[in-house]
């Protein structure tokens, strides 16, 4: 595996389900981010984590509760959402420190709420 | 209050012609500036940037400028080719405590017609 990658690529879930959401970096970088993407909303930083540690919440909704074992993984665990959650989440990773300014993406994953 | 603004949501080109897209943004404290390009079914991925201290950066078939005092920025790709179709997202970044904060654009729809 190369990149960021995301799991699974779709998801539906009922208002009472609780998932998860994965994401792995295999570019050895020390930030990772989740945001979210909406119908013609322009993409919204969630939750940054900066050599594992959270950085930024950028008031979301307790329930979406992400999590950093480790610089290479981040996971969203989804409870109790709500359908005006249903949207494009987007995993992005970058090297903070180096001077590299650009966001490595991931494919993203598309959740439905019934 | 949407710092980053794409007021195009779709551009159509002739393949060879010039390809312009815009952004403008409202928060003086951006200090570099970024283009993604999005096809369906994948995550953005870079695509050029330039740091609020230039006016041009030129990278093959692409070129962004940038009007601090109109607080404007733009893409421009020529000649255009069919590939380049994809959503293309404006994006600024404000440097915070070591790890980037990015806001986006809504993006727009390029559409190369060979």
């Known amino acids: 595996e190369t990149g960021v990658t995301q799991t699974p690529r779709h998801l539906v879930m009922g208002m009472t389900n609780k998932k998860s959401l994965k994401c792995e970096q295999h570019l050895g970088h020390n930030a990772m981010y989740w945001y979210k993407q909406s119908a013609k909303k322009p993409l919204e930083l969630m939750f940054v984590y900066s050599l594992e540690e959270r950085v930024e919440n950028n008031s979301v909704p307790s329930r979406f509760s992400p999590e950093c074992p480790n610089s290479s993984h981040l996971f969203l665990h989804l409870h109790t959402l709500q359908p005006e959650d249903s949207a494009l989440y987007l995993c992005?990773?970058?090297?903070?420190?180096?001077?590299?300014?650009?966001?490595?993406f991931g494919p993203g994953t598309r959740l439905t709420v019934l | 209050d949407q710092q980053v603004k794409q007021n195009s949501p779709s551009l159509s080109v002739q393949e060879g012609r010039i390809s312009i897209l815009n952004c403008d943004y409202t928060?003086?404290?951006?200090?570099?500036f970024l283009w993604y390009k999005k096809y369906p079914a994948e995550g953005p991925t870079f695509l050029i940037s330039?740091?609020?201290?230039?006016d041009k950066n030129e990278d093959g078939r692409f070129t962004v400028f940038l009007n601090k005092s109109a607080k404007h920025l733009s893409l421009h790709i020529v000649p255009s080719q069919p590939g380049d179709s994809a959503v293309y997202f404006c994006?600024?970044?404000?440097?915070?405590?070591?790890?980037?904060?990015?806001?986006f654009g809504t993006g727009t729809k390029l559409q190369v017609i060979p």
């Open positions: 992005a990773s970058s090297q903070e420190g180096t001077g590299l300014d650009e966001q490595f």
């Open positions: 994006a600024a970044r404000v440097s915070d405590g070591g790890y980037q904060k990015v806001t």
């Open positions: 928060n003086s404290m951006f200090d570099y």
């Open positions: 330039i740091s609020s201290i230039k």
